[in-house]
């Protein structure tokens, strides 16, 4: 199967207009085939791990598995944590290689979320961690069940939804990190399993 067929028949990304970074946006980057089948390879063999933080002497979990995958020089740390990556498996690296013309970055790292239902978040947050360098590009590719990521400009106050389906990919890039914060916000509805994979360069 050529890299092609795993897209829609148009891959090129949507521009989303937005003040003080770059948005771009590809809601069926992936087929509903080829997104399932990525969504079940990791589940299953993803080291998935209940992280926790210890905040004022109480011990708090992640409200989400985790897991941090690369090169092995790709040493990230936030929230007070460090991580060491697993070396990369077939499925990531595949997407990855997808992933990086849009991004026209090579990737050498990926974080991994699985949220297991509306209760799992993400809360307000940058990726601005010094290890990601300046201005960094990060690809988001969306698995799984859908869910709204939120954007919020740090002096404006300006909100954005955007609605991540299965298969979906949206890349920042540009200052966004620097003006903006964003969070996947819980939700009372029933919801599935979603599995978020956020590629990128650590310097």
């Known amino acids: 199967m050529s890299q092609n067929s795993l897209f829609h028949k148009n891959p090129q990304p949507e521009r989303i207009k ?20 990525y969504y079940d390879a990791l589940e299953k063999n993803i080291e ?21 995958y690369g090169d092995s020089e790709s040493i990230y740390s936030y929230s007070g944590l460090t991580f060491h990556p697993h070396p990369w498996t077939k499925e990531l690296i595949k997407l990855k290689n997808l992933i990086e013309p849009i991004g026209k970055t090579k990737f ?11 209760s799992d978040s993400m ?11 300046l201005n ?23 909100k954005i939804n955007i609605p991540l389906i299965n298969g979906s990919l949206l890349i920042m890039q540009g200052e966004l990190q620097h003006h903006w914060q964003h969070q996947i916000p819980k939700t009372k509805k029933l919801k599935g399993k979603r599995i978020n994979l956020t590629f990128r360069l650590i310097k």
């Open 48 to 68: 998935w791990k209940q992280e926790q933080l210890k905040i004022y002497g109480k011990v708090i979990n992640f409200p989400r598995l985790t897991a941090w």
């Open 123 to 133: 809360s307000w947050h940058t990726d601005a961690e010094k290890e990601l360098g």
């Open 18 to 37: 937005i003040r003080n970074g770059e948005l771009l946006f590809i809601p069926s980057f992936l087929n509903l085939q080829n997104a399932t089948k």
């Open 136 to 158: 960094p590009v990060i690809a988001s590719l969306n698995l799984g069940e859908e869910r709204v990521f939120q954007l919020r400009h740090n002096l404006t106050k300006e």
């Open 108 to 118: 050498n790292s990926v974080l991994l979320n699985l949220y297991r239902s509306g």
